[in-house]
């Protein structure tokens, strides 16, 4: 368990086994929708070591004036930075995807996310992509659409997973957007249960990371799937809050961990 203001472990008694970082599960990704390099700096001082993985939002890397000085930030706070498989999509539609490596390379990033929530595009040409990427980067595969109205079955959901991490993904991200209304949620922004109960019978929940920006999402997954469950496109400045959710240190979680 990372360092505290207070030993509330030991005070407590009773808190669940958080991993340390480097984690293998337990994953907490931020999305940065533009930050400066201030308010990343700022954003790491209580957030970093409750961090795993940042990404750059969709195409808003490609407006940071700092962007090489604000990956060096990250990486020296042990957080891995990847830019957002909309703007993977933005590059594939104009057959440029050389092009995206090279961008890849020029900021030193060495995590990539491959996604198809925009672009149509079939299945074996997306895992062709994730087998190409593999070759020199750590991939993450995004499954689900940005189209609130395209409802995919739960057995496409299990195949299009299993198909991503046998090409070569390391995880595969279920698809929430930025507002968690959309692919594992409804348009309401509650939980779609039995699609992921669903997912979960075939695929190791280690290998999935569910984007949950709200906090009722997230007490969701954590009350279903423990503290160390992986929960992504969480606001930098929600960082913190998450993490007292994990250990049952707010209301919301409160009597989860109490026999921890």
Not at 23 to 52: I, P, Y
Not at 108 to 121: K, Q
Not at 146 to 157: L, T
Not at 165 to 187: D, K, P, T
């Amino acid at each position: 368990m990372a360092d505290f203001n207070f030993d509330f472990k030991t005070r407590l008694g009773q808190v669940p086994d958080r991993r340390n970082k480097p984690r293998q599960d337990g994953l907490t990704m931020v999305m940065d929708k533009g930050l400066s390099l201030s308010e990343a700096e700022a954003f790491l001082e209580n957030g970093a070591e409750h961090t795993d993985l940042v990404k750059l939002g969709w195409s808003t890397g490609l407006f940071n004036r700092k962007i090489h000085d604000k990956i060096h930030c990250y990486r020296q706070a042990n957080i891995r930075c990847y830019l957002g498989g909309t703007l993977f999509e933005l590059f594939a539609a104009r057959q440029r995807t050389d092009e995206f490596k090279r961008l890849l390379d020029e900021l030193g990033l060495d995590t990539v996310e491959i996604s198809d929530g925009s672009l149509d595009m079939s299945q074996e040409i997306k895992c062709g992509y994730i087998r190409e990427f593999a070759k020199d980067f750590r991939v993450l595969s995004e499954v689900g659409s940005k189209d609130a109205e395209k409802i995919i079955a739960p057995y496409r959901w299990i195949a299009m997973m299993k198909a991503e991490l046998e090409a070569g993904s390391e995880i595969v991200i279920a698809e929430a957007r930025e507002a968690g209304n959309v692919g594992i949620f409804r348009s309401s922004g509650e939980v779609r249960s039995g699609l992921v109960e669903e997912i979960l019978t075939q695929i190791p929940s280690a290998k999935i990371l569910w984007e949950a920006p709200n906090k009722a999402q997230q007490t969701w997954f954590i009350k279903m799937q423990g503290c160390n469950v992986n929960l992504g496109n969480v606001a930098p400045h929600e960082v913190v809050a998450l993490e007292t959710l994990r250990l049952g240190l707010r209301s919301d979680t409160f009597a989860q961990f109490l026999d921890s």
